[in-house]
C-alpha cells in the first residue's frame, strides 16, 4: 500500500519510500553541532556552574574550619556533592529554549527516533558541564588539601558519574520542561536518583586516599552508566512527548 | 491513488471534556484544507493529532490506507509541521538554522540550497545574521523557508500568516495553493481569510 | 484476558466490584490488626537483648514492608495506565502515592523512636534508616510532579514515568546504600536483621505485615472509588448514581 501512485505528483514531491533512519548519523552529528554552537556562544552558560562550584568549595572552609587535616578527610565527600549541585544548576536549561521556541516540536517529528536525538543533547550537556568540573575539581582538590594519589581518580570519578547524572537529570528536565517554574521541582526529582552516583563516587576517592584499590568502584560506576544509557534515553523520549502536550 | 491522510471517528478528550467527537477527516493530494473554529475549540489540539504528535486520542487516523501507528515513520518523512512558535534558534543565523533542517531531513551540506530558500521567501542579505537580531516576522519566514528547502508532501501549519507582513501574506498563500496544485496537501489554520480557490476546503470545528 | 483487562479498566465497572470487595478487606484489616497488636504488645515474649522496645518492630517493619511495596505497586500501576490507557490504573496511583508517603513516615517516626532505647539517639545514619528516608524523597517528588502540572493528563503520564523510573533505582539506591553503611559504620546491631527469631515472636508480625496489607487494599479501593466519582462526575452513569441516592 506504499507505492502510491506518483504520476500525478510533481518531481521533487516524490514521497519517501525509503526508511529514513540511515540518515541517523548525520542528523546525530548535525544536533551535536547546532548544541555546542550555541552553548559556546554563550560562554556565560558554560562558565557559570565552574564558577558555582568553586564558590561552594570555597565556603566549607570558612564555614567549617581552615584546618587542612579536617578539610582533607571531608574534601572527597564535599568535591563530590559540590560538583553534583553544579551539575544540576544548569540542567533546567537542557530543554528550556528549544521547548519555548518551537524546536522541541521539530525534535519530536524528525524521522529520527526521538531517544537517540535527545541522547546527542544529553551528550553536549555532559562534554560542556560534567566534563570541565571533572577537570577542574582537582584544582579545588588542593585547596581542600586533598591527600595526594588520588587527585586523577578523583577526575575520572567525577568524568564517569557526572555522564550518569546528566542522563538521570535529563529525565527530570524533560518531565519539568513544561512547567513555568520547574527549577525547584527538578532538583527535587533527580538528586534522590543521584544517591548511588554518590556513594560509589566519593567512595572511589576515599579508597584512593585510604589506598585501597579502587577499581571496584569505578567498574559500578561504569556498569550504572551503562544501565543508564540503556534505559534514560527511552525515559527522556517519553518524558519530552509528555511535556509538549502539557 | 495518491497520497491520502483520513481520521475515521476522530475524538479528543482533555481533562474530562470533549475537544471534539466523532470527526470525520478526509485529506487527499491537491487540497488546501482549512480548519476553522473558535479560541479553545481545539484546532491546534487537532493539529497537532494529524501530524503524528498526540497520540492520545479516540478514532483511528489512516495514511495512506494504513494505520498511521504502524508506517509512522514513513508518515513523518513526508510530513512538514510549523507549529505555533517557529522553531528558530535565536543563537544560529538563518543558514545555521536551515542547516540543521536540512540534516534532519537527511540532506548533506546544501548550502546553496539554503541560500536559495531564504531568497525566496525574502531573506537574502540577513543569511548570516543572527536569529535574534531579526524581527519576529524575519524570525517565522526562516521557518516558511523550510517549505521550500525540504520538499515535503504534507503540509500542516498551525498560524503561518504570524507576524508577516501584507506581501508575505500574498506570497505564502500562492505557495500554498500551488502547492496543492503539484499535488501535496495542506493543512492550515489560520485567523487570515484565504481567497477562495479550487483548492480550498473548510473543516468546522466547535 | 484482554477483555478482562478493558472490563477492569472501566471505571464504572471497577466502582461496582470494588463495593463488593471492599468490606472484606476492612474486616481482615481491622480483625488482624487487633489480633497482631494484642499478640505483639501483650503475648509475645520480650526480647533478651532489648527486652520490651523491641515491640515497636510489630508497627516498623509493616510500615515498612508497605512502604517499599506501595511504590512498586504504584509503579505497576503506571505502567498499567502508560500501556493500555486504563484509567482506573492511574487513579489508584494518584490515591497511592500520599498513603506510600504516609508509610514511609510512619516507618522512620517509628525507626527514630526506637533509636532512643537502642542507640540513645533519636536519629542515626543507619543503612535501613538512609534508604527509607531516600524513598521518603522519592514519594514526595512523586506527588509534587503530579501537582504541578495543570492538565491532568499530562499529571498522569509524568507520575508514571517518574514512579517507573524510581522504582527501577529503589533497588539500585538500597544496595548502594547497604554498601556505604557497612563501610562507614562498624556493623554493630541493625535495628531489624536479627538471628532467627521464636515463633512466637515471628506469628504476630506476620498477621501484622498481612493486617497493614489488607488495611491498604481497602484504603486504596475506598480512595480509588472517591477518585473515580471525582473524575468522572460529568459521565452519566455517576450522575444517575448520585440521583439515584437522594
Given amino acids: ?246 | 491513488m495518491s497520497l491520502s491522510l483520513q481520521a475515521r471517528h476522530l475524538a479528543c478528550e482533555r481533562d474530562e471534556r470533549w475537544l471534539f467527537k466523532g470527526l470525520d477527516v478526509d485529506i487527499c493530494s491537491g487540497e488546501v484544507v482549512r480548519i476553522e473554529g473558535p479560541n479553545g475549540s481545539g484546532k491546534t489540539t487537532l493539529l497537532k493529532i494529524l501530524s503524528g504528535q498526540l497520540t492520545d486520542y479516540h478514532g483511528e487516523l489512516i495514511w495512506n490506507g494504513e494505520v498511521m501507528r504502524h508506517v509512522r515513520e514513513h508518515f513523518l518523512a513526508n510530513l512538514l509541521y510549523l507549529g505555533h512558535s517557529p522553531g528558530v534558534k535565536t543563537g544560529l543565523s538563518a543558514l545555521e538554522n536551515l542547516a540543521w533542517y536540512q540534516a534532519l531531513d537527511g540532506q548533506r551540506d546544501n548550502e546553496a540550497a539554503a541560500w536559495e530558500a531564504l531568497e525566496s521567501v525574502g531573506l537574502a542579505g540577513f543569511e548570516d545574521v543572527p536569529a535574534g537580531q531579526l524581527s519576529a516576522g524575519q524570525q517565522r519566514r526562516i521557518a516558511l523557508a523550510r517549505l521550500t528547502l525540504t520538499p515535503r508532501i504534507l503540509w500542516v501549519l498551525d498560524e503561518p500568516f504570524t507576524a508577516i507582513d501584507r506581501h508575505g501574506v500574498a506570497a505564502l498563500e500562492a505557495q500554498l495553493v500551488a502547492h496543492a496544485n503539484k499535488g501535496g496537501c495542506v493543512i492550515v489554520t489560520t485567523h487570515h481569510e484565504l481567497s477562495s480557490s479550487p483548492a480550498l476546503r473548510r473543516i468546522q470545528l466547535g | 484476558m484482554w477483555s478482562f483487562i478493558h472490563k477492569l479498566g472501566s471505571p464504572k465497572w471497577f466502582y461496582r466490584i470494588s463495593a463488593k470487595l471492599q468490606p472484606w478487606f476492612w474486616v481482615a484489616a481491622a480483625g488482624l490488626i487487633v489480633v497482631g497488636t494484642v499478640w505483639g504488645l501483650l503475648f509475645a515474649p520480650a526480647d533478651y537483648q532489648q527486652g520490651n522496645s523491641f515491640r515497636i518492630i510489630y508497627v516498623h517493619v509493616p510500615a515498612a514492608f508497605l512502604a517499599q511495596s506501595i511504590f512498586v505497586s504504584m509503579a505497576v500501576a503506571g505502567l498499567v495506565f502508560m500501556v493500555w490507557k486504563i484509567k482506573v490504573a492511574d487513579m489508584a496511583a494518584a490515591v497511592m502515592a500520599p498513603l506510600g508517603a504516609a508509610m514511609t513516615f510512619v516507618s522512620l517516626f517509628s525507626g527514630a523512636v526506637w533509636g532512643v532505647p537502642t542507640w540513645g539517639t533519636w536519629w542515626m545514619w543507619d543503612a535501613r534508616l538512609t534508604s527509607m528516608l531516600i524513598l521518603l524523597f522519592l514519594y514526595l517528588g512523586v506527588i509534587a510532579l503530579r501537582g504541578a502540572f495543570t492538565s491532568r493528563d499530562s499529571a498522569s503520564r509524568a507520575a508514571s514515568v517518574l514512579a517507573m523510573v524510581g522504582v527501577i533505582n529503589i533497588p539500585i539506591i538500597k544496595y548502594s546504600v547497604d554498601w556505604w553503611y557497612t563501610l562507614h559504620q562498624p556493623a554493630t546491631f541493625t535495628i531489624t536483621s536479627r538471628p532467627a527469631m521464636p515463633m512466637d515472636m515471628w506469628l504476630p508480625l506476620l498477621i501484622m505485615v498481612l493486617g497493614f496489607y489488607s488495611f491498604f487494599i481497602a484504603l486504596t479501593l475506598m480512595r480509588t472509588r472517591n477518585e473515580i466519582l471525582r473524575r468522572e462526575s460529568n459521565k452519566r452513569w455517576v450522575r444517575e448514581l448520585v440521583e439515584g441516592a437522594k
Fill in chain 1, 1 to 246: 500500500m506504499l507505492q502510491p501512485e506518483t504520476a500525478k505528483l510533481a518531481p521533487g514531491l516524490k514521497p519517501h519510500l525509503k526508511e529514513p533512519s540511515e540518515n541517523l548519523l548525520l542528523a546525530l552529528k548535525a544536533t551535536l553541532k547546532r548544541d555546542l554552537v550555541l552553548m559556546l556562544r554563550r560562554r556565560g552558560e558554560v562558565l557559570n556552574p565552574l564558577v558555582f562550584f568553586a564558590l561552594v568549595i570555597t565556603l566549607f572552609p570558612i564555614g567549617i574550619s581552615p584546618d587542612p587535616e579536617l578539610l582533607a578527610i571531608i574534601a572527597p565527600g564535599l568535591l563530590w556533592v559540590a560538583a553534583l549541585l553544579a551539575a544540576l544548576l544548569s540542567l533546567d536549561s537542557l530543554f528550556r529554549s528549544d521547548y519555548d521556541d518551537g524546536s522541541l516540536e521539530q525534535l519530536l517529528l524528525a524521522p529520527q527516533p526521538l531517544s537517540a536525538l535527545a541522547l546527542a543533547k544529553v551528550a553536549v550537556h555532559w562534554l560542556l558541564t560534567g566534563l570541565p568540573l571533572a577537570l577542574m575539581a582537582p584544582i579545588l582538590g588542593i585547596m581542600l588539601a586533598l591527600p595526594g594519589g588520588s587527585y586523577v581518580v578523583l577526575a575520572v570519578s567525577l568524568a564517569l558519574g557526572s555522564a550518569i547524572l546528566s542522563l538521570i537529570g535529563a529525565i527530570g528536565a524533560a518531565l519539568t520542561v513544561g512547567l513555568a517554574r520547574g527549577g525547584v521541582l527538578l532538583s527535587l526529582l533527580v538528586l534522590p536518583l543521584y544517591i548511588p552516583v554518590l556513594i560509589f563516587g566519593a567512595g572511589a576517592v576515599q579508597a584512593a586516599i585510604a589506598g585501597d584499590p579502587v577499581t571496584a568502584h569505578l567498574a559500578i560506576l561504569g556498569a550504572l552508566l551503562a544501565v543508564a544509557l540503556m534505559l534514560a534515553p527511552w525515559a527522556i523520549a517519553a518524558s519530552l512527548r509528555i511535556s509538549i502536550n502539557g
